[in-house]
C-alpha cells in the first residue's frame, strides 16, 4: 500500500522508518522523530533526529512525492524498535513493500515468457517428435502458466509472512520470552 501525505505539516512530530538511501543522511531502515517541516520555494525541508543516536539530520526534497518515497510510517516497528535487529527492519521493509505491480508482475511476465519461447523454438529444435503444435500444446502452456502465476503469487505472499513472522517472533523473544517456530 503506498503511503502519502497531504501537507508537509502532517509530518511533524511523527516518526517514520526511513526506506531509501540518500548520501550524507540516516540510513535505511532507521527510525526518525521529525522534528518540524517547512515547505517553500526551494522545496521541501525537513529536520529530523534519528531516535537512536540522536543526531539532528535536515534533508530537503523538491515535492512531497519523493519525501514519501523517502519516509513510511510504521507503528509495530515504531513500538518495538529497541527490540529488533537493523537487517530485519530493512527486509521487512522491502518485502512489505511489494506489490502486485512492482514484484509479481514482471517476474510473471519474465517466466511467460520464457515458457512460450521455450515452447516455440525450443522444444521443436530439439525434441521434434514431442513437439505439439495443435490445442494440446497450447492446452499444455496455458497450464503452466497459470501454474507459474501461481507459484509467483503464494511464494509472494509466503514471503510476506515470513518477513511478518520473524518481525513478531523477535520482538517476542526479547520482551516476552517466547519463543514463536
Request: hydrophobic share 50%.
Amino acid at each position: 500500500m503506498a503511503f502519502m501525505l497531504y501537507s508537509v505539516s502532517d509530518a511533524v512530530d511523527n516518526k517514520f522508518i526511513i526506506t531509501k538511501s540518500i548520501s550524507h543522511q540516516a540510513k535505511p531502515g532507521t527510525l526518525i522523530h521529525v522534528m518540524d517541516a517547512t515547505n517553500d520555494a526551494r522545496g521541501i525541508s525537513l529536520d529530523y533526529r534519528v531516535t537512536e543516536t540522536n543526531q539532528d539530520f535536515t534533508v530537503t526534497f523538491h515535492n512531497l512525492k519523493q519525501l514519501c518515497k523517502w519516509i513510511q510510517p510504521d507503528s509495530f516497528i515504531a513500538r518495538h524498535y529497541d527490540s529488533l535487529e537493523h537487517k530485519d527492519i530493512v527486509h521487512y521493509m522491502k518485502v512489505n513493500s511489494h506489490g502486485f505491480f512492482s514484484f509479481c508482475l514482471p517476474l510473471i511476465l519474465l517466466f511467460l515468457a520464457i515458457i512460450w519461447c521455450a515452447y516455440f523454438f525450443l522444444v521443436p529444435m530439439f525434441l521434434p517428435d514431442f513437439y505439439l503444435p495443435n490445442l494440446v500444446g497450447i492446452i499444455v502452456g496455458g497450464a503452466l502458466s497459470v501454474v507459474v502465476i501461481a507459484l509467483i503469487c503464494i511464494m509472494n505472499k509466503v514471503q510476506k509472512s515470513n518477513a511478518k513472522m520473524k518481525i513478531w517472533s523477535s520482538v517476542a523473544d526479547s520482551k516476552w520470552g517466547i519463543k514463536i517456530t
